[in-house]
């Protein structure tokens, strides 16, 4: 069975700094792989996705993140955190028609 | 126009009692799922539809029953309510059954009291 472990719960970085968030998977297969951002009392919204091919994937709000196969990871980066991306972060893997989702990251914005 | 739209936003009701909660999507996907978040945060996959066809029911306990009348929509009833069934309730659709990002409703907040 897949999963996805997010190892830390909760980030805190100031504002301008740079952000990486971390994501081991588990999978048989070539895996698909998302990374999804949810606001206080919002949804999930998908941030990026990786299917195939380029290893480094570009997302919204200017959000990227590398698939590394040797070490199963797939981490978020942003060069420059702004305060309104104070929010949970999930990485998710999608396998057998559903996705599993890892426990989430908190992260928190110093001005 | 939103695209996952999920109603009631907040539920709060005593154990013992019956609920639904209904999800639309004008996304014309094919896929809608539900997903529990807990208190923790902790996202769980209940079910899954495909085309109105039930296509995963992750071992989720017999009260909860979803209902797919058409596949723009999919919605939870839930007999029988008890503690542990506080929750938020989160309502996603997919373009595709297997490979598909998924798109999320607002969710419902569910309180057992």
């Known amino acids: 069975a897949q999963s996805v472990t997010q190892p830390d719960i909760h980030i805190t970085v100031s504002e301008g700094a740079s952000l990486e968030l971390r994501c081991n998977y588990s999978y048989g297969a070539t895996p698909y792989l998302f990374w999804y951002v949810q606001s206080p009392g919002q949804g999930l919204q998908l941030l990026l996705k990786?299917?195939?091919?380029?290893?480094l994937v570009q997302g919204i709000k200017g959000f990227e993140a590398e698939f590394k196969r040797s070490q199963s990871s797939f981490n978020l980066r942003k060069p420059s955190v702004h305060w309104s991306d104070a929010a949970e972060y999930f990485c998710a893997v999608e396998g057998a028609g559903k996705s599993t989702f890892g426990d989430g990251t908190t992260l928190t914005v110093k001005p | 126009d939103t695209a996952v739209s999920q109603t009631p936003k907040y539920l709060v009701t005593q154990m013992g009692n019956d609920k639904s909660i209904k999800c639309e999507q004008n996304l014309g996907h094919d896929t809608m799922y539900w997903y529990k978040q807990d208190s923790k945060k902790f996202l769980k996959i209940m079910f899954s539809?495909?085309?109105?066809?039930?296509?995963i029911n992750e071992t989720v306990p017999n009260r909860f029953s979803p209902k797919s009348p058409d596949k723009a929509h999919l919605n939870l009833h839930i007999n029988s309510l008890e503690l542990g069934d506080s929750a938020v309730y989160f309502c996603?659709?997919?373009?595709?059954?297997?490979?598909?990002?998924?798109?999320f409703g607002e969710g419902s907040r569910l309180t057992v009291l």
């Open positions: 539809y495909n085309n109105k066809e039930l296509i």
């Open positions: 996603a659709s997919s373009p595709y059954r297997d490979t598909g990002e998924l798109f």
């Open positions: 990786y299917f195939s091919g380029d290893t």
